[in-house]
């Protein structure tokens, strides 16, 4: 996992008044009220791939400006301020806002460059556009340095799983081309398993294996290639037990397609160097999310996770250690591992989840 996040800074974006040199371990899970700002972490991850795929100014506009993302607004927060450090190699930039919620990316520094010491310094740049992806898709002697630290910022994937009403594409065909990566909202599940079905047959048994756990009633996933036109394409059909009649993707209920296409997230042969999955409990059953936890498990010994949820159902599963409790104080979001020894005498009645729900580990409503 030499692409993995080790450690995050954040100041001054949205709830998050400052998060400095959080660590990051192989398994990440935070917990927390509705509010206490877990959903702001992870939209830090959607502004950084916005800003790794040039489209920072959009994701901005689309969020309501960059007033709303900054910390109570403008007089309070004068900027954003953002550093990751992974392995030998990090990224650091700001983001100041402009006239007419218009912003400008300043400060941007690469941490890679052999036999320095420090940041490497790229510069602002007025249109909100990346110097360092500039840099590392240029022709430039300085595209070696600026590439493995672009490339490991793009191995990072959100996955986002909510939209899984009638219209959403993780229930329509998809071109079977599109196969290569499973996509954030696994609108290409169907091409992507078809591609493990025929390349990666260990894999895609698994994930089967899995996904009958949660739905015993599931024989095998389809996946017949159909003409359309010049296209061919590939939906989520499947067969139940005992039958040779054709599901379609409708027959399949919200949890049960979330979950298959969580199961494929945590189980791909070639995952991103870390993964970041926000409430994948959703619709799912509890016994099911006792199956989800321990994917999540097996998955953080290949790749890293980041997990966010309200589940005392899911964190039951996970090591004390493992679970980052946000909460607010002051009108800021505050981030704190647990430690195994300030709750031991607890652990031998409770579970992890239960000290939760009691509120033994701080993390319900707070009221201010």
């Not at 290409?188 to 739905?215: F, Q």
Request: hydrophobic letters at 40%.
């Amino acid at each position: 996992m030499g692409t993995s996040l080790d450690k995050l800074t954040i100041k001054g974006f949205k709830s998050i008044r400052e998060l400095k040199d959080f660590e990051l371990k192989a398994l990440n899970v935070f917990i927390g009220g509705n509010g206490a700002g877990k959903s702001n972490l992870i939209d830090f991850f959607r502004l950084l791939r916005n800003l790794i795929d040039g489209k920072l100014n959009e994701f901005i506009r689309s969020g309501g400006g960059i007033s709303d993302f900054l910390f109570n607004g403008r007089k309070v927060t004068k900027r954003l301020e953002f550093e990751t450090r992974f392995g030998v190699r990090g990224y650091r930039f700001c983001i100041e806002p402009g006239p007419s919620e218009k912003i400008f990316l300043t400060k941007e520094a690469r941490y890679y460059r052999p036999g320095t010491t420090g940041w490497w310094e790229l510069g602002d740049s007025p249109d909100g556009t990346s110097r360092l992806v500039k840099e590392a898709k240029g022709d430039s002697y300085d595209r070696k340095y600026s590439r493995p630290v672009y490339r490991a910022i793009s191995s990072w994937q959100i996955y986002h799983f909510h939209d899984t009403s009638a219209t959403a594409a993780m229930r329509h065909y998809e071109i079977i081309q599109d196969n290569k990566v499973l996509r954030f909202d696994a609108a290409n599940i169907a091409p992507y398993l078809l591609r493990l079905k025929e390349k990666h047959a260990d894999a895609y048994r698994e994930i089967l294996d899995s996904v009958r756990l949660v739905m015993p009633f599931f024989d095998d996933f389809l996946l017949d290639v159909v003409e359309f036109g010049e296209k061919q394409k590939v939906n989520l059909s499947w067969l139940q037990k005992g039958s040779d009649y054709p599901m379609q993707p409708y027959h399949l209920s919200d949890g049960s397609i979330r979950f298959i296409c969580l199961a494929t997230a945590l189980m791909q042969p070639d995952p991103p160097s870390t993964i970041i999955i926000d409430e994948p409990e959703l619709g799912l059953h509890p016994s099911a999310i006792a199956i989800l936890a321990e994917l999540i498990q097996n998955a953080s010994n290949r790749t890293q996770l980041i997990v966010a949820t309200q589940s005392p159902a899911l964190i039951d599963h996970f090591s004390v250690e493992d679970v980052i409790v946000v909460n607010r104080k002051d009108g800021a979001s505050t981030f704190e591992r647990l430690k195994e020894e300030d709750f031991s005498a607890w652990l031998e009645t409770y579970s992890v989840g239960e000290l939760w729900s009691k509120n033994v580990i701080s993390g319900g409503p707070t009221y201010e």
